[in-house]
């Protein structure tokens, strides 16, 4: 059942898929209808789930879901995987691949191969105070206060 974000405990699980470009504003009503569309409908036999969904920046995909009162099978995580691969054919992006990096630069979020995240890196394009997001948390409460970190602070800065 799809219910407001707020009311999501903050141990909810939750996944990111971050796009390979940024969503065009003639997609974006669409999207959302479908992704709000999925959500409502993603376990309907259960009346004690809880999902909500966030779309961040006309890019980036979050589910959250609240499994304490019943458990999510693979089965109920393979149809969101089944989602986002319809939407990636359908709009032509890339929301799976956790190789690539996001990051803010002034006003604009980039989205690099980790390859050339590290060449720019290395030339001193992007320092450690650069806000990276890090796709790779599980829970809300993680997702509210680490999703947008600086570089320095997230376990990218290995990297660094």
Not at 14 to 38: H, Q
């Amino acid at each position: 059942m799809l219910v407001d974000y707020a009311s999501i405990p903050d141990d909810a699980k939750v996944w990111i898929y971050p796009s390979s470009r940024k969503f065009y504003a003639n997609e974006i009503e669409e999207l959302e209808e479908k992704i709000k569309k999925f959500t409502e409908n993603w376990k309907p036999e259960d009346e004690n789930f809880k999902a909500s969904y966030q779309f961040l920046y006309n890019r980036f995909i979050v589910f959250v879901a609240d499994d304490a009162e019943t458990s999510l099978s693979m089965l109920d995580i393979d149809a969101s995987i089944s989602f986002i691969l319809k939407l990636q054919e359908e709009y032509n992006v890339q929301l799976l691949d956790k190789m690539n990096v996001c990051f803010k630069q002034g006003e604009f979020v980039q989205y690099k191969e980790l390859k050339d995240f590290k060449k720019l890196l290395k030339n001193k394009a992007l320092t450690g105070k650069t806000i990276i997001f890090d796709n790779l948390i599980t829970t809300k409460l993680d997702f509210e206060s680490y999703w947008e970190t600086p570089i320095e602070d997230s376990w990218y800065s290995r990297f660094l």
